[in-house]
């Protein structure tokens, strides 16, 4: 008998939350739920069980979760809406306040480290054979307490055997912060810094390659922070350990910390089978700002760790994060971080204004800067970003490299999209050969840069 619910996420945040999703997706596809795009049409059709993963890092990114949850309540008056994901952790009064209640509460939220419990749900609907809305309701307003059933702390029960989102996979290796950046609300979310066994990670990526998935992405809040096992295995050495212990599979890291590269990391990062594609969490270049931040290096040390990897890989691509507009930023001090990241010539720059949060050190520093002027920064260096990915493109341009399918072109028959090993994205002409499986990995040649995607290409 087929399963009575259709179920729809939505995912806000970093790849965290979006592997954490995936997990929960992945729990309920295996019990023959129905899952379909958040949005889509047949929304107000059937029993409709909405879920959405919440996030706490800005101010902005807790305003767009309000307003889906109210839209949602609104749109579907019928569904059924579970928030979980860090926002909820911190902020669960304020959006269970979002549904007035009335006779019919049908929104529920699972705070954040509470949010493995619902990998249990798609197996208690099964089995309890909950067919009827108002069934699922009565079910509901118990088990989202959690009274008769708490939740197990584990971090790492997220590990989905399928991806229904991406064509590549991500493990969560560690989660949480010990770091005491004056800005962070997502460390009071997500607690103390805490790591998978190593062995667990092997065998999960070890699964991940005999399952036929080329690439996986290690992730967590900070996997600098990396600390593994009975002998506190680095993330240096959990590499090393990965690479040894399968024989195929690309290794891609998500957001490091500067301070992360010094010789021994980069001896192993340059592994042929690391992607050659780093992402930093500068956040500024100015001494003072970054004192002002807590943050645990100097503008010199960041860059000292960037030449050093420079000098291990042919022309990675580098990311960075970057904040504005930070209490005391003075004009000076943004020139800083402009003149850095344009002498880096990072093509990657995920830039925003600065954000106040509730908790936090930063909440009560004077000097502030004006909203305009953040959002002006934050311009300069969007612009600049463009700039530098497109002296990034040209570089590539005329080179061969590996790259992973993500999906078919609609618009064009015999293209695909594809992720290049160094971040680019590509619309790689097949020349008439057989379409490829998302997922599997093609050689391509660079052509040109183009506006949709990075480049055009051509497999080869």
């Not at 509901?140 to 307490?145: F, I, M, N, S």
Request: aromatic share 10%.
């Amino acid at each position: 008998m087929s399963v009575p619910w259709i179920v729809s996420f939505y995912t806000l945040g970093c790849k965290l939350n979006q592997l954490e999703s995936e997990s929960i997706v992945h729990a309920f596809r295996k019990e023959g739920f129905t899952i379909i795009p958040w949005g889509e049409k047949c929304h107000k059709q059937g029993n409709l069980l909405l879920l959405i993963n919440t996030c706490t890092v800005t101010s902005k990114s807790e305003q767009k979760a309000r307003r889906l949850i109210r839209k949602a309540l609104k749109d579907y008056p019928e569904a059924i809406l579970i928030v979980t994901g860090c926002y909820a952790q911190m902020e669960a009064e304020v959006l269970e306040s979002l549904d007035p209640g009335s006779s019919r509460k049908r929104l529920f939220i699972i705070p954040g480290d509470r949010k493995n419990r619902i990998l249990e749900l798609p197996v208690l609907l099964s089995n309890l054979n909950i067919r009827y809305q108002e069934d699922l309701l009565k079910f509901l307003a118990v088990w989202a307490k959690g009274e008769n059933n708490p939740a197990i702390d584990d971090s790492f029960c997220f590990s989905p055997g399928k991806f229904s989102f991406h064509s590549r996979a991500f493990i969560k290796i560690q989660d949480g912060c010990d770091n005491q950046c004056s800005y962070c609300r997502t460390r009071f979310a997500r607690g103390k810094s805490r790591s998978i066994a190593p062995e667990e990670a092997l065998s999960t990526l070890y699964t991940l390659e005999n399952g036929g998935y080329e690439e996986a992405v290690l992730t967590g809040v900070n996997i600098s922070l990396y600390k593994g096992g009975q002998k506190s295995m680095n993330l240096a050495e959990l590499l090393y350990y990965l690479l040894s212990g399968t024989k195929r599979i690309r290794i891609r890291l998500s957001s490091i910390e500067p301070e992360l590269f010094n010789p021994a990391f980069v001896s192993i990062i340059s592994h042929e089978r690391v992607r050659p594609h780093f992402h930093f969490s500068i956040q500024s270049a100015s001494h003072n700002i970054l004192s002002r931040m807590k943050r645990s290096y100097t503008p010199e040390e960041a860059l000292e760790g960037i030449m050093l990897l420079r000098s291990a890989r042919d022309d990675p691509f580098l990311g960075c994060d970057i904040i504005t507009g930070f209490p005391g930023e003075s004009p000076k001090e943004f020139e800083k971080t402009y003149i850095f990241c344009q002498n880096i010539g990072f093509p990657g720059i995920h830039v925003f204004p600065f954000s106040r949060r509730p908790g936090t050190e930063a909440w009560n520093f004077k000097e502030r800067v004006s909203e305009r002027e953040a959002g002006y920064r934050v311009e300069k260096l969007v612009s600049l970003a463009q700039i530098n990915r497109s002296i990034y493109i040209e570089r590539w341009t005329g080179r061969t490299v590996e790259a992973i399918v993500e999906k078919g072109e609609e618009q064009h028959e015999h293209t695909v999209q594809a992720l290049s090993a160094n971040y680019l994205k590509l619309l790689v002409s097949l020349n008439k050969k057989p379409l490829p499986k998302a997922g599997s990995l093609i050689q391509c040649k660079i052509i040109e840069k183009t506006d949709r995607f990075d480049a055009l290409a051509e497999i080869v």
